[in-house]
């Protein structure tokens, strides 16, 4: 391939731009050119791309957020707007696309695949919610965001003898409320893939750890399962009598600079989405971390596997929080 693009699709996570800047370097020292697609499929579709060079990465491995920016594509879902996209690829020279995103992006990338555009896919999402993947790009940032904005909150709860509500992102996986529940000890932890029951696995439990003394709450809620948590807090206050308060961290989780974890996986899957697929004429793959390994899967067997949420764990989480 002599040209390739790399673009960045759907919510940002930090790390996407330590993936850019290893397709970018791995794509230059091989004599491959890259054109960046400034916000995702939108760009695609508009012919917005940036030539990119060694030195026009340099600087951006520790930044949140995407350099390239990152948008949500109507058009692009529609056969229209791919066709467009297509002729953007070809009057541009475009070989190949890197798309880092979500299974949303790949499901776009396996379109552009199909229609003869071949595409590698990278996860990045702080989701976690990839199911071929252990691991992806952003999830630790926004894990360590969350324990850190949960642990101040934990400060003022303790001091006021409070509960306090926290809600964290996770629209379909509670893979973040989960571990960042564990981490920073939640009395009880919610997520969509787990059934709960709001009196038994809220209430009665602090109700139970009361008569062990403890006198401050935390309860985090992944988005996901659809629950106020408003009227959670104020239903925990009414049956239980502690002063409870909410958290709702939004937007805050999405940002700020990468971990170490982040950036470095973040570079390995973009060195090999370039070096062990595009520069061998394959595409229509997914990068994936397995057991600490970067290897690749076909996208539509990728999208059509199943995760499941680690119920072991939410036990231990369960047996270490009462
Ligand atoms: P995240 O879940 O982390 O936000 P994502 O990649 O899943 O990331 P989406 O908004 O689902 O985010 O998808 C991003 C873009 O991918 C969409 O705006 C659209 O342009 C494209 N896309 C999504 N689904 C399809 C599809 N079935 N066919 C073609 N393109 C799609």
Not at 194 to 203: A, G, Q, R, S, T
Not at 229 to 247: F, M, N, P, W, Y
């Amino acid at each position: 391939m002599k040209t390739i693009a790399v673009l960045t699709s759907g919510g940002d996570a930090p790390g996407m731009n330590a993936a850019v800047r290893a397709v970018v370097r791995t794509a230059c020292v091989n004599g491959i050119r890259v054109l960046g697609v400034i916000r995702g499929y939108n760009g695609l579709i508009n012919g917005d791309f940036v030539e990119l060079d060694l030195r026009s990465v340099s600087d951006i491995i520790h930044r949140g957020g995407t350099k390239l920016y990152s948008a949500r594509s109507a058009e692009f879902a529609t056969e229209e707007g791919m066709q467009k996209a297509i002729q953007q690829c070809k009057e541009n020279g475009i070989e190949g696309v890197v798309v880092i995103g979500g299974d949303g992006s790949f499901r776009g990338a396996q379109d552009l695949s199909e229609r003869g555009i071949p595409c590698v896919g990278i996860p990045g999402t702080i989701d976690n919610d990839i199911a071929c993947c252990d691991y992806t790009i952003g999830y630790d940032t926004c894990l360590n965001t969350i324990m850190e904005c949960v642990d101040k909150v934990r400060d003022t709860t303790e001091s006021h003898d409070r509960c306090t509500v926290v809600e964290v992102m996770g629209r379909r996986a509670g893979y973040l409320a989960l571990n960042a529940g564990i981490a920073v000890g939640a009395t009880s932890i919610l997520i969509p893939e787990i059934n709960f029951d709001i009196e038994k696995d809220v209430i009665e439990r602090m109700k139970h750890t009361q008569l062990t003394g403890k006198k401050h709450f935390l309860i985090v809620v992944a988005e996901g399962v659809g629950v106020n948590v408003t009227d959670l807090a104020h239903d925990i206050q009414k049956e239980t009598g502690v002063e409870s308060r909410t958290c709702i961290l939004g937007h805050i989780q999405r940002g700020g600079s990468p971990t170490v974890k982040d950036r470095v996986m973040a570079t390995r899957m973009g060195h090999y989405a370039v070096k062990n697929l595009l520069m061998k004429g394959i595409g229509n793959r997914v990068v994936a971390a397995k057991n600490d390994n970067v290897v690749d899967y076909d996208i539509f067997e990728a999208l059509n596997m199943k995760r499941h949420i680690d119920e072991y764990l939410y036990q231990i989480a369960m047996d270490v929080s009462i």
